[in-house]
């Protein structure tokens, strides 16, 4: 079964700091796409980065960088220069196509809790 | 450009009621896609759908079904519910092809008593 593994409940970080996710998954195929979302209290799913697995390149967006080790299965988030609004509930994903039916779907982790702190 | 819209917002039910759940893609997005989100735990997915077709089911029963509207909106029906059912239901739409992305709706939160 293919699965999405974030090993902690919650995180906290000071304003200003920098903190890294972890995500680690499972899958037997080759080609698929990561993604990192934001969930905020108001529960909006919000896209933060995607990572493309054929690209050996790690994904970069502002502040939000993406560890991608593909051998290892890894594909963690590092937030940098940490801000008030970043605290959420962040959810790892990857989408894989789906043999019958020629779609694709997301497969979400359990979620981080982040909490920025003063 | 507004972004994927969703109604209603929340929803009370009771046992044994259906549902119908509504989503709008933003313009330009022919694919949307449904997932289920209960409390603590990460979006399940349910269905996506483009060109009116279905393309992909997830491992919900058959209480569960959609359909997509040559406009690309689309509805998520549930008949019967149960207590479990209550969730949030969020909504997804992405274009088509290998550079797809998912952008989800705000979620519609439904209760079932």
């Known amino acids: 079964a293919q699965t999405v593994t974030q090993s902690q409940p919650e995180m906290s970080v000071q304003e200003a700091e920098t903190v890294t996710l972890s995500c680690t998954y499972d899958t037997s195929e080759s080609d698929y796409y990561l993604f990192w979302y934001k969930q905020p209290p108001s529960r909006q799913m919000i896209l933060v980065i995607r990572?493309?697995?054929?690209?050996?390149q790690n994904a970069t967006e502002n502040r939000f960088s993406v560890n991608f080790q593909k051998a290892a299965k890894s594909f963690s988030l590092k937030i940098s220069d940490s801000q008030l609004g970043d605290a959420a509930m962040y959810f790892c994903?990857?989408?894989?196509?789906?043999?019958?039916?020629?779609?694709?779907?997301?497969?979400f982790g359990t979620g981080t809790q982040l909490k920025v702190e003063l | 450009d507004a972004g994927v819209t969703q109604s209603p917002t929340h929803l009370i039910k009771t046992r044994g009621q259906q549902v119908t759940l509504r989503c709008s893609p933003i313009s330009g997005h022919k694919s949307v896609s449904w997932y289920q989100q209960v409390l603590g735990q990460g979006p399940q997915f349910i269905f996506q759908?483009?060109?009116?077709?279905?393309?992909g089911r997830g491992n919900f029963p058959d209480r569960f079904s959609a359909r997509q509207f040559p406009n690309y909106s689309s509805e998520l029906n549930v008949n019967a519910l149960l207590l479990g059912d209550s969730a949030l239901y969020l909504c997804a739409s992405s274009l088509v092809g290998v550079e797809e992305t998912q952008y989800f709706g705000p979620g519609t939160r439904l209760l079932v008593l």
């Open positions: 994903a990857y989408r894989i196509p789906i043999l019958t039916g020629g779609g694709n779907k997301l497969t």
């Open positions: 990572q493309e697995a054929y690209k050996q």
């Open positions: 759908y483009y060109e009116k077709e279905e393309r």
